[in-house]
């Protein structure tokens, strides 16, 4: 996966034979994509790259994510379960999001006719940031790091595979991510688990 957020706009996240290609979901999106990390960029968030997408922090947390796919590009909130929503525009991204937490897109006049909706919406998340308010936590028979529980939800084809392992092989991962203490071990590992949980694989399992 890309480390560079320019490789992202020019190339894409590097998770398919598609990458550097003009048949890359990235591409097909262009100008939605640039009109949506214009909006990013204006609200004052900090641009990173986390999973292979371009992620905007503010006070230490992950506001949003830019994702492509196929059929459409979207703007995913990271703390959805906050998120009030007042104009109705988030979306739920599979069977097993429990928020709604995307706006999709299929032409970057969506973006430009959405823009102040955005802007007021990142301007809610940041706020949540800097107060240190976070989604109450529901008690599941398996509660996933923050590390894993936001690849998942950024990362729609992750969260299904995820969800359809056994809950052996789901704790497998819990277990193996919880014994890193650093941040930035556990999003590397998160990384590193893909291939194995859409092959259906536990963590220790080849």
């Not at 706009?9 to 990390?37: E, N, V």
């Amino acid at each position: 996966m890309i480390n560079n957020i320019s490789d992202y706009f020019s190339q894409g996240c590097g998770r398919c034979d598609r990458f550097g290609t003009p048949d890359c979901a990235t591409q097909l999106w262009a100008p939605g994509l640039a009109a949506l990390r214009k909006i990013c960029q204006s609200a004052g968030l900090e641009e990173t790259v986390k999973w292979g997408h371009p992620c905007y922090m503010h006070a230490g947390r992950n506001i949003a994510l830019i994702g492509a796919l196929r059929g459409d590009f979207r703007l995913v909130f990271m703390n959805a379960a906050l998120m009030k929503d007042p104009e109705g525009v988030l979306e739920r991204q599979g069977p097993n999001t429990k928020h709604a937490d995307a706006i999709r897109f299929t032409d970057v006049a969506r973006v430009e006719a959405l823009a102040p909706v955005i802007r007021a919406y990142l301007a809610e998340a940041k706020g949540y940031a800097e107060a240190g308010i976070k989604p109450v936590k529901v008690a599941t028979e398996l509660e996933l790091p923050d590390e894993l529980a936001e690849a998942l939800d950024a990362d729609v084809e992750l969260a299904e595979a995820f969800h359809a392992l056994t809950p052996g092989r789901q704790r497998s991962y819990v277990i193996h991510l919880s014994s890193a203490k650093k941040p930035e071990t556990r999003v590397a590992r998160v990384a590193s688990y893909r291939s194995g949980i859409l092959a259906g694989k536990g963590a220790q399992e080849r």
